[in-house]
C-alpha cells in the first residue's frame, strides 16, 4: 500500500519553458502533500506544503510565483516550474500522507535539467 | 545547531558486519521518529518508526533515547544492497506535524 506515483520521471528543456510535474497518490487520499528539492549529494529541502483545496505553504525563501502548487483533489498535485533557468535544475521529490500523525510516502522524483 | 543532526559519513563496512548509526535532534516536543533509506538517484522510502520502547524488524534495530534526544539504526548483517544514504527523521506532531530530515548517512556495503 501507500503509493505515489511521480510524473514525468525526467525532463530536459530550454530555459525559459514552464514544467509541470505531477504527484498522485494510488492507494489512498493525501490529506497533505508536500514539495521537496534535494541538490546532488545534499538533504532534502522542503519547499512547500499543500492541504487539499488551500494554498499551498511555501517555506522560507521559496518563491511562490515561481514554484505554483496546486492541490485540487485528494490524490493529485501538481508543482510547476515557470520560465524554468539552469539554476532551477534539480530532483524534485513529491511525498503524501494520508492522515496527519502517518508517516510520509514518496514519489519517484523527478529529475529537471534545463539548458 | 541544526534541528536534525546525523554523522554523514560514509561508513565503508564489509558484508556480515553490523554497522550503527546515530541521530540527534533539537526539539524535546518531538514526537514521532523514523528511518527512511534512500538510495543514489532515488526517492526517500520509508524503512521503519522508532518506538519508545524500541522496535525490530528482520536485521534492523531501531532505539530511541527521548531523555538524550538520540535515535539509533542498527543494521545486523549487512548486505550488499544495504548500501544507501540513511535519514533520520523527527515529528512533531504539534500544529502542522512538522516533520525535519537529517541530512543522512551514506553506507557502503562491499564484498
Known amino acids: 500500500g501507500a503509493v505515489v506515483s511521480q510524473h514525468p520521471s525526467r525532463v530536459i528543456c530550454k530555459s525559459g519553458t514552464s514544467v509541470k510535474i505531477e504527484c498522485r497518490s494510488l492507494?489512498?487520499?493525501?490529506?497533505?502533500m508536500f514539495w521537496y528539492r534535494q541538490f546532488p549529494k545534499q538533504s532534502l529541502m522542503l519547499m512547500a506544503t499543500?492541504?487539499?483545496?488551500?494554498?499551498?505553504?511555501?517555506e522560507q525563501g521559496v518563491e511562490k510565483d515561481k514554484f505554483l502548487i496546486n492541490h485540487a483533489s485528494l490524490t493529485l498535485s501538481t508543482l510547476t516550474v515557470t520560465s524554468a533557468h539552469p539554476e532551477d535544475s534539480s530532483f524534485y521529490i513529491c511525498?503524501?500522507?494520508?492522515?496527519?500523525?502517518?508517516?510520509?510516502?514518496f514519489g519517484d522524483g523527478t529529475r529537471l535539467s534545463i539548458l | 545547531r541544526k534541528e536534525v543532526e546525523q554523522d554523514p559519513g560514509p561508513f565503508n563496512v564489509p558484508e556480515g558486519a553490523t554497522v550503527a548509526f546515530n541521530c540527534t535532534y533539537s526539539n524535546s516536543a518531538s514526537q514521532s521518529f523514523f528511518w527512511y533509506r534512500q538510495d543514489c538517484r532515488k526517492e526517500p522510502k520509508l524503512l521503519m518508526s522508532v518506538y519508545s520502547s524500541g522496535n525490530e524488524d528482520g536485521r534492523f534495530t531501531a532505539q530511541l533515547n527521548r531523555a538524550s534526544q538520540y535515535i539509533s539504526l542498527l543494521i545486523r548483517d549487512s548486505k550488499l544492497s544495504d548500501s544507501a544514504t540513511y535519514l533520520c527523521v523527527v515529528r512533531d506532531n504539534t500544529g502542522g506535524f512538522k516533520t525535519i530530515f537529517g541530512a543522512g548517512t551514506r553506507l557502503f556495503v562491499k564484498a
Open positions: 492507494d489512498f487520499q493525501a490529506t497533505t
Open positions: 511525498s503524501a500522507r494520508e492522515f496527519i500523525n502517518q508517516p510520509q510516502h
Open positions: 499543500s492541504n487539499e483545496g488551500s494554498k499551498a505553504t511555501y
